[in-house]
């Protein structure tokens, strides 16, 4: 991948992979509670970015029952949807990026 596309895919995680396992990790401790292997590996998700930590949520998420991943997924798009300033939020502190008109 070229440097430059590896870049912009690394800022797109931030602005959308961050909060979204953010948001599944606090649905997590909620639905499984805190101690729950796949919480914990949502929650170093969140907080890396790293793609070790992001493979591993994603193999947590899978380990899950249908029924559990399911309900979970939802629960998570919901923050989302719900709370849109939490996606908001990563682009404000990114700053302005070039002339806007």
Do not use: W, Y
């Given at each position: 991948?070229?440097?430059?596309?590896?870049?912009?895919?690394?800022?797109?995680?931030?602005?959308?992979g961050?909060?979204?396992?953010?948001?599944?990790?606090t649905?997590?401790?909620?639905?499984?509670?805190?101690?729950?292997?796949?919480?914990?590996?949502?929650?170093?998700?969140?907080?890396?970015?790293?793609?070790?930590?992001?493979?591993?949520?994603?193999?947590?998420?899978r380990?899950?029952?249908?029924?559990?991943?399911?309900?979970?997924?939802a629960?998570?798009?919901?923050?989302?949807?719900?709370?849109?300033?939490?996606?908001?939020?990563?682009?404000?502190?990114?700053g302005?990026r070039?002339?806007?008109?």
């Open positions: 991948m070229p440097p430059r596309l590896s870049m912009m895919m690394a800022a797109m995680f931030d602005i959308v961050k909060p979204l396992f953010a948001a599944l990790a649905c997590a401790d909620h639905q499984l509670g805190s101690g729950h292997a796949c919480t914990k590996a949502l929650r170093q998700a969140a907080a890396s970015g790293a793609r070790e930590d992001v493979a591993i949520a994603e193999d947590a998420l380990a899950l029952p249908d029924e559990a991943r399911e309900a979970l997924m629960a998570g798009h919901r923050v989302l949807r719900e709370n849109p300033a939490s996606l908001l939020g990563v682009l404000d502190a990114m302005p070039g002339k806007l008109h």
